[in-house]
């Protein structure tokens, strides 16, 4: 897979060896084996955009033929649905309609926009979220058929969106616009930010599969900051209720990562079977916590050449049957 840019991937619940994989010019591949082979899907006009932002496979939504269901964000913006494990294709296309539509715009290309995040609910099946880079957080509560624009009061910057299967009807944003928390799935938000008073671009986000009020996210002070390998600056933050003092909402640096300076902002992820144990990548490798990101220790296993310092990873996924 050398020689394209990945964007987004994700590990099918029912089967952990077939993932999907999405690329900026290159479209959507699949892989049945854990990725040891690819091939490309979705050809044949089925997804119409080569610039495949985003996807997600749903926990509770399966077709007929036992495939879960998997959706698909591209650039320019428009949401795809598959449940015959990317066999074919529907486009959503009342996403396209919403009101708030008009005013879609990436900040670095102002004439188009995109998918940047698809999240399928993790508590109810046909509840799907997806951010618009940038201009609005939208949901669908049947599969993507019809879709609920944005609240004023919402995030406008997601970058990315996760829910909770311990916590119904929460959402955790991580936005270029700082974070944001939802406890009725969107119609009211809160901005928790105590912490984050200087570095307020957010990027990541993970939560503890074992604990939904411990969060981690990676955030700079800027949007060059974090993406611009020359002035370079990024940090990982987290938050607890279990943290000794009284201060359960203030976020707070992690230790055990590279220093700050000359770190492209890290993509996390958390283990979706064993509690506590946190993922981040950055251009200076692969780390893992075990204590709730309360340290840090780097994969030391997993090779990491020279060139790959001064490149960006956007995608991370944990494999269940890893667990």
Known sequence: MKGISPQCIAFDHSNPNRAYYGTFGNGLWKTDDGGQTWDSIGKNNSISHTDVMSVSVSHLERGNQGFNTVYVGTEPSAIYRSDDGGESWERMSALNNLKSSASWSFPPKPWTHHVRWIESDANNPGYVFAVIEAGALVQSHDGGRTWIDKVEEGPYDTHTLATHQK????????????????????????????????????????????????????????????????????????RSDEDDDDNSEQWKVVKGLPEPSGTIISTLASNPKIAGEFYAINNRGIFCSTDSAISWKRLDDIQWPTEYLSQHPKALAVREDKA
């Open 167 to 238: 916590m119904p009807k929460c959402l955790y944003s991580s936005a270029g616009d700082g974070y944001f928390e939802s406890f009725d799935y969107g119609e009211s938000w809160r901005r928790p930010t105590a912490g984050l008073e200087r570095n307020h671009y957010l990027a990541g986000l993970a939560v503890d599969s074992g604990d939904p009020h411990s969060i981690i996210i990676s955030s700079s002070q800027s949007a060059r900051q974090a993406h611009s390998l020359e002035g370079a600056e990024s940090f990982v933050y987290r």
